[in-house]
């Protein structure tokens, strides 16, 4: 089992940044994909960004690509969303997501490829 817990949401404005956490714990987490994904009120939940176990491979969203950075601190077994220029289109739930991966470059990008989910962190970007 691994357990996720997603931090660092808030209110902001547009054009301003906002770095998510996701704290993981239980197994080695070293040896677990992660992704990040989004739901907005009425729509489904989408992919974001995604890092191989490794940190050396990443997926962006296009929507993203460019303002959002993923990253991961092993030794902390923590993983960042970095979100700068954010605007009103990010408002949404963020939901970080793991899975076991026996590569480490493989990247997943697909709701159904992931097993273990954290609760959420609600971004909300303001006009």
């Known amino acids: 089992q691994v357990q996720l817990v997603e931090s660092g949401g808030g209110l902001v404005q547009a054009g301003d940044s906002l770095r998510l956490s996701c704290a993981a714990s239980?197994?080695?987490?070293?040896?677990?994909?992660v992704g990040w994904f989004r739901q907005a009120p009425g729509k489904e939940r989408e992919s974001v960004a995604a890092?191989?176990?490794?940190?050396?491979?990443?997926y962006y969203a296009d929507s993203v690509k460019g303002r959002f950075t993923i990253s991961r601190d092993n030794a902390k077994t923590t993983v960042f969303l970095q979100m700068n220029s954010v605007k009103p289109e990010d408002t949404a739930v963020y939901y970080c997501a793991a899975v076991f991966s026996p590569f480490a470059a493989t990247v997943r990008r697909g709701l159904s490829d992931y097993n273990y989910w954290g609760q959420g962190t609600q971004v909300t970007v303001s006009s």
């Open positions: 239980g197994r080695t987490f070293a040896n677990y994909t």
């Open positions: 890092i191989s176990r490794s940190g050396t491979n990443t």
